[in-house]
């Protein structure tokens, strides 16, 4: 099993940056990657990026190319997500999500941290 648990969010100004961290404990050295989603209120939940366990190699939708960095500390076993830019939109529950294969479900997932950007 892996546990996931995100920073603390908060309010953020529109603008400026967020930064997240995600850290991994458990069985670490049975993950594919990590990932991480957001959820707003009446929306499907959006991925943000993802980024192999491993090798370290990132994947990130075109939604968000360009305004979102994934990175991870196999040392401190920590997956961190930097957004710039942020907007209002931005508004949302943000996820921390693991996996074990690239052909499996996110079956890791922390408890979310809601991020508020105000404008």
């Known amino acids: 099993q892996v546990q996931l648990v995100e920073s603390a969010g908060g309010v953020v100004q529109a603008g400026e940056s967020l930064r997240l961290s995600c850290t991994v404990s458990?069985?670490?050295?049975?993950?594919?990657?990590l990932s991480w989603f957001r959820q707003a209120p009446g929306k499907e939940r959006e991925s943000l990026g993802a980024?192999?366990?491993?090798?370290?190699?990132?994947y990130y939708p075109d939604s968000v190319k360009g305004r979102v960095t994934i990175s991870r500390d196999n040392v401190k076993n920590m997956v961190n997500l930097q957004m710039n830019s942020l907007r209002p939109e931005d508004t949302a529950v943000y996820y921390c999500?693991?996996?074990?294969?690239?052909?499996?479900?996110?079956?890791?997932w922390g408890q979310g941290t809601q991020v508020t950007v105000s404008s």
């Open positions: 999500a693991g996996r074990d294969s690239v052909v499996s479900q996110y079956e890791y």
């Open positions: 458990g069985r670490t050295s049975s993950l594919y990657a």
């Open positions: 980024i192999t366990w491993s090798r370290g190699h990132t």
